[in-house]
């Protein structure tokens, strides 16, 4: 499991993979943000898990850039970015009361979603260390990113 971020603004959803050593976009969030396309010099050989836990592969051979923050990401282009995420039909906060009034970075209860983005934990960091994000802040620890 990993944070999900809802951009309500594009009304995107953006995944933070801490394991992930590359960033992906599906090519349906290309398409909506009108994003320039690029050839990769070679592909991109990705193997995931997928929902019912086989091993999958894919192949990406275009990328995008994005800048945030006067910083340049690069987003591989993949058709998801994983398996569609169930829903979940419960508060948060009758979980966990001292949420209570908080803002997450998603909603709760929600639908199944669809990922847009999914970004590698470092990158986040990287882009949201200075707090001028909209995204959050990164904080660094001595534990790690």
Not at 19 to 43: D, T
Request: one cysteine or more; a positive charge; hydrophobic letters at 35%.
């Amino acid at each position: 499991m990993f944070p999900i971020i809802h951009d309500t603004t594009r009304n995107m959803y953006i995944g933070l993979d801490c394991f992930a050593q590359r960033n992906f976009i599906s090519e349906k969030a290309v398409k909506k943000l009108h994003l320039r396309v690029f050839k990769s010099e070679s592909p991109l050989h990705i193997i995931g898990i997928s929902k019912t836990g086989q091993d999958t592969h894919l192949i990406s051979l275009k990328y995008v850039i994005i800048k945030l923050n006067n910083k340049s990401m690069r987003l591989n282009i993949v058709p998801s970015c994983s398996p569609r995420l169930p829903s979940v039909d419960y508060s948060i906060e009758a979980l966990w009361p001292k949420l209570s009034g908080k803002k997450l970075s998603t909603e709760f209860p929600r639908g199944e979603i669809d990922l847009d983005l999914l970004i590698g934990l470092p990158d986040f960091m990287n882009f949201t260390k200075e707090g001028n994000s909209s995204y959050g802040l990164g904080i660094h620890s001595d534990c790690g990113t």
